[in-house]
């Protein structure tokens, strides 16, 4: 995991949106953390900014598990976190809900990617 976000960090410095490094790392880390923890699989990452002016950065995680996060799922996750305050896990949706412009599941073949975006000052 240190070394994904030690690409990432590098990725978006040199694309020149160091501001986007800390909510990008974080967010990244709690979805490719899901992956793994809930496939026991691997997890691909992607990472692209898109060009011109209002450009976006935009990080996908696919895993192979054909199963969706529930409708709702981090307003389950708050819910979560609320019966348990001092509970290590159980935060991550809400986070990605919180901190990104925008964030969502598709399928894809054998398994789903999840994705969020944010925005580029």
Do not use: C, Y
């Amino acid at each position: 995991m240190a070394e994904t976000r030690r690409l990432l960090r590098d990725n978006l410095r040199r694309w020149g949106v160091p501001a986007l490094v800390d909510t990008a790392e974080l967010l990244t880390t709690e979805l490719v953390t899901n992956a793994l923890r809930h496939t026991g699989g691997g997890a691909d990452l992607t990472a692209t900014l898109s060009p011109g002016p209002g450009n976006r950065l935009r990080i996908e995680v696919g895993d192979s598990l054909t199963r969706r996060p529930p409708a709702g799922a981090a307003q389950d996750e708050a819910r979560s976190a609320a019966a348990g305050e001092h509970g290590t896990s159980g935060r991550g949706l809400l986070l990605v809900e919180a901190l990104s412009d925008a964030w969502g599941v598709r399928p894809r073949g054998s398994g789903k990617v999840v994705w969020f975006e944010l925005r580029a000052a």
